[in-house]
């Protein structure tokens, strides 16, 4: 599976991937897989449960290891075989780009409690410890990634983002969400690498423009109406340099339903919603066209689809 899932990134994206694999391992899903080195979580891979209790002493041993602004922390085979296939496969390969990620310091830190259910975000010790250790293995990609490509793309996947305002989250402070994003932006964008953030759902999309992120991945299937609503910001995003990647192939179960040409339709109805008061000239030279989302939780034979699907639309969009 995973030998597939590479290849098949390999061959239909202009920036190959590697691959998360949650149907492989509880390893690999969101939380655990960048859980690797951090102190105080626990895991339970039979029960497929992570959850941290503070323990002061490896609180102290990562100061000394991986508590620095300059550290790598690499992510072992267990935790993303996607990756090491990913590398056995472009060894000897040179490509433009390639493109790395990490699960936000947001999606990580809220979703993670002890055993009381208090949320990691709320220890500020370990946000601080967390955010270090996730800019830690973004720089670890980079170095990995960069011996194959002209230029690493790493991608901070907060889907968090989406909940955030609601009462499950009144005590999450933007300007903190600024804070924790634009560092961890600034960690890739110090150590060679391009920025990108990617929320598939709804977001308070000016906020996360003014990270100083160069690409900012939405949902634009599903939620591609809210970006619509900034357009002043929009215009600054893109002429500060900033990318749009609007995730215009659906990777949730709509996929079943549709086809090159409901998708196109799609993309012309966004289109014309975004342009209302963003110049298309101007948007046309900084978009690019992705999956919406993942493709961990589909079949071989709907993520074939997915991809299939976005090459025709690249196609319809050039001519």
């Keep these: 599976m995973a030998q597939e899932a590479v290849e ?12 998360q694999l949650p149907a492989l391992s509880f390893l690999e899903q969101m939380i655990p897989q ?17 959850w941290f209790e503070r323990d002061e002493e490896e609180i102290e041993r990562f100061y000394e290891t991986a508590g620095d602004e300059a550290a790598r ?5 267990d935790y ?11 060894k000897g390969r040179r490509f433009k780009v390639l493109k790395g990620h990490i699960t936000g310091p947001l999606t990580f830190t809220l979703g993670l409690k002890d055993r009381d ?13 967390a955010l270090m250790l996730l800019a830690a293995k973004a720089r670890w990609q980079i170095d990995m990634l960069s011996v194959a490509a002209d230029e690493v793309v790493i991608f ?4 968090i983002l989406s909940a955030l305002g609601t009462s499950a989250y009144l005590g999450v402070d933007s300007a903190e969400v600024k804070r924790m994003l634009a560092t961890t932006v600034d960690a890739i964008q110090e150590s060679g690498g391009i920025a990108g953030i990617h929320c598939c759902g709804r977001a308070d ?3 996360v423009m003014s990270t100083g992120v160069d690409i900012m991945n939405f949902d634009s299937y599903s939620f591609g109406d809210t970006l619509a609503i900034y357009p002043g910001e929009t215009v600054d995003f893109l002429d500060a340099g900033g990318w749009l990647a609007w995730g215009i192939v659906p990777t949730s179960d709509e996929i079943q339903n549709e086809d090159e040409q409901s998708v196109v339709k799609r993309y012309t109805l966004r289109l014309a919603e975004i342009t209302k008061g963003v110049p298309e000239d101007k948007l046309m030279k900084r978009i690019m066209l992705t999956p919406s989302c993942g493709t961990g ?19 319809a969009v050039a001519r």
């Design 156 to 159: 901070i996947d907060e889907p």
């Design 117 to 129: 259910g208090r949320l990691l975000y709320y220890d500020e010790e370990l946000r601080e410890i």
């Design 34 to 50: 960048y859980s690797e080195g951090m102190p105080s979580v626990r895991i339970d891979t039979g029960a497929e449960t992570v």
């Design 73 to 77: 922390v690499a992510i072992s085979d």
């Design 205 to 207: 999309w000016p906020l």
């Design 297 to 315: 939780s589909r079949t071989v034979e709907e993520t074939l689809k997915i991809f299939q699907i976005l090459m025709r639309l690249k196609e």
């Design 80 to 90: 993303a075989r996607g990756f090491y296939s990913f590398m056995d496969a472009i």
């Design 8 to 19: 098949l990134t390999i061959n239909a994206l202009d920036a190959p991937f590697w691959p």
